[in-house]
């Protein structure tokens, strides 16, 4: 006898604003498949999170330097972390956002754990879903050369034994273990079939990764020939868990673009933080750690961030949703400031930013690493004496502030000794503001391991 879908049993309220002209959401694939552009609705206002209600007010472009607005208090809403014996080995940050048409489709989305397991649980949300989010059939399986998977690794994923899975408005559902055996430097597809309407809704919307449609259910399909077109984001999928008998825990990486990966290689998992969690593996203190990325493109620590392509909440908004509902967090980096002093916010603004979140995460008991502003000189007018004046105000408190356990100090990993205002041009993407992969690199090098773990 089929059994009845399951209905995620923590229901919470998500007053999510939505507005915005259509637009075309750029479809991308390297591989030469028959990529379409697809149409969307851009989510120009940041909604509110599940059990927040906020009022969000537009902040001004980076070319315009006016005073930040008053951060908006942090959600009171907790969704308790799953029971003890799981942490997170891969993450992202969740955005409101509309995605293609997937009525009838699988959507299979690849992503790289940040350490490996004989078994996994995966974590799906609705956050900012207007509607319930039905899914019919969910698969787990190690990713071949994308779309294809490795044979005989494909696994049925259950939600308390049930097949299918209905999440409400901004719910959160995990799933039943699934024993799936995979070692680190193994991507994991995720194939997920919506049964009726699919409201996008949760997801991510730049995460320097490619992921697969099909036509059709085709969760588990070996050779990934039906999956002929691609998109560039994820959706629904918010984290992957793996067992932690020991507790050792995991690492957050609480950033903007450049903790994202913007201007690393599509697909190549040469993000910092995935080049640090490489590190991390054969060093004694750091090596059962897992890693998580939680940057947001454009991402703020005081202000929110409304252009349309990625919006956020700010890092003041989002810390309760994207760090400590997280399972098993230990240590938080947070790496955010950059885009608050290139729209013209005061570095005492800034300062005063990240001492929150760094007493936010201190009274959850977290380990807290202060990251310093890396150079930027790109196009726009965005680096004046005014700004580059801010930047090194915020750099010099963040070296030496006792509100961070520790620091690590991209900014000198990254810049250029004879122009300190620019990035050393072989850590320069182009743009002279995100990083190449060996400024990726630079920066994950920069870490001292011992003291990002506490030991």
Not at 80 to 103: M, N
Not at 139 to 162: C, I, K
Not at 427 to 445: I, Q
């Amino acid at each position: 006898m089929k059994r009845p879908a399951v209905t995620a049993s923590l229901v919470l309220a998500a007053a999510a604003a939505v507005t915005g002209a259509t637009v075309l959401m750029a479809v991308t694939d390297d591989r030469g498949l028959a990529a379409t552009p697809t149409a969307g609705t851009a989510r120009c206002v940041t909604a509110a999170f599940p059990g927040e209600t906020v009022t969000v007010a537009p902040t001004p472009s980076i070319d315009v330097p006016t005073p930040a607005p008053t951060p908006t208090p942090v959600p009171t809403a907790r969704i308790e972390a799953v029971e003890p014996g799981w942490s997170g080995a891969w993450s992202t940050a969740s955005q409101d956002l509309d995605g293609p048409d997937l009525i009838g489709r699988t959507l299979r989305q690849v992503v790289r754990p940040s350490i490996g397991g004989d078994s996994v649980r995966l974590r799906l949300a609705n956050t900012f879903g207007t509607e319930p989010l039905r899914l019919a059939h969910v698969t787990a399986a190690v990713s071949a050369e994308a779309p294809a998977l490795r044979p005989g690794t494909a696994r049925e994923v259950m939600f308390e034994g049930s097949a299918e899975v209905e999440i409400p408005p901004g719910g959160r559902m995990v799933s039943d273990p699934v024993p799936l055996s995979f070692a680190f430097g193994q991507s994991l597809a995720i194939d997920l079939v919506p049964r009726g309407p699919a409201p996008a809704g949760s997801g991510h919307s730049r995460p320097i990764a490619t992921s697969y449609l099909a036509d059709g259910d085709h969760a588990g399909q070996v050779t990934g020939s039906a999956f002929d077109r691609s998109v560039p984001s994820w959706f629904w999928l918010e984290g992957v868990d793996v067992p932690d008998p020991a507790g050792t825990g995991t690492i957050s990486m609480f950033g903007d673009s450049i903790t994202e990966g913007a201007s690393s290689t599509r697909d190549a998992n040469r993000r910092w933080p995935d080049l640090l969690s490489g590190r991390m593996r054969t060093h004694a203190s750091t090596a059962a750690l897992g890693v998580l990325n939680e940057g947001i493109g454009g991402n703020r620590v005081v202000s929110e961030n409304l252009a349309c392509a990625s919006p956020s909440a700010s890092g003041l908004r989002r810390f309760q949703h994207d760090v400590l509902d997280r399972p098993d967090v230990r240590v938080v980096v947070i790496a955010l400031g950059i885009n608050d002093i290139g729209s013209g916010t005061p570095a005492a603004t800034v300062i005063d930013g990240l001492t929150q979140l760094a007493d936010q995460a201190h009274r959850h008991g977290l380990r807290v690493v202060g990251a310093t502003v890396t150079p930027f000189s790109c196009e726009k007018r965005c680096l004046t004496p005014e700004k580059e004046q801010q930047r090194t105000l915020v750099n010099d408190w963040v070296r030496t502030a006792p509100e961070f356990d520790a620091v690590v100090d991209f900014d000198a990993a990254v810049r250029d000794p004879a122009r300190p205002e620019r990035l050393l041009a072989t850590y320069d993407s182009g743009d002279h503001l995100h990083p190449s992969d060996a400024g990726m690199a630079a920066m994950a090098a920069a870490f001292d391991l011992d003291a990002l773990a506490g030991s």
